[in-house]
């Protein structure tokens, strides 16, 4: 969507400089409704503001008529090889593979590349879906440093409350 009257977005690389439309940034917003700080929290503060700027934690996309798409969160970005990877984008295609119920990938680490992706996908039951057979769609379909270089089948997905995947727990499985 668009950004309501009196609210500013922007998205930004790494730097805090604005991206050009149509590239993935960190979104920032800034406006009469967004927070002027943590309570009693100076650090807190220090590193989600930036002068008026709140840095969201979430990447999105902004095209050139202002729409803005928030695509994953900036947490849960791994570097491989020197490339920025944003899970959600891999995640969405691996769902869409016939036998998936659901995909979690992170970011492990690696000697030579830095982090490797490892995907986590629960299964259809009936579903005979190869770990192999994943890794080849990914090949046709994503770059190459975007593809998992690991896939584990699990049973269920750790959630919270809300149903959102606990990756902090998936990176606790061996």
């Known amino acids: 969507g668009r950004a309501m009257d ?9 730097n805090g400089n604005e991206v050009p439309h149509g590239e993935a940034g960190e979104i920032w917003v800034r406006g009469y409704n967004v927070m002027q700080g943590y309570f009693d929290n ?9 002068d008026d700027w709140l840095k969201t934690g979430d990447v ?14 900036i947490k849960d970005m791994y570097i491989s090889g020197g490339f920025n990877v944003y899970p959600a984008e891999i995640e ?3 769902t869409s593979i016939k036998g998936v119920v659901q995909a979690a990938v992170i970011g492990m680490p690696d000697e030579r590349m830095g982090e490797l992706g490892k995907a986590f996908i ?8 190869s770990e192999q057979d994943v890794i080849t769609w990914c090949k046709a379909n994503l770059a190459n440093y975007k593809v998992p270089k690991i896939v584990c089948f699990i049973d269920a997905m750790p959630l919270n409350a809300a149903g ?3 990756k902090t727990e998936l990176r606790k499985y061996k």
Request: aromatic share 2%.
């Open 92 to 94: 969405s295609g691996i």
């Open 42 to 50: 100076v650090d807190a503060t220090k590193e989600t503001m930036h």
């Open 60 to 73: 999105g996309v902004m095209d050139d008529n202002g729409y803005l798409k928030i695509t994953d969160r």
């Open 6 to 14: 009196g609210v500013e977005v922007k998205c930004v690389d790494a």
């Open 122 to 129: 629960v299964k259809a039951a009936d579903s005979e879906l």
């Open 164 to 166: 959102k995947i606990l």
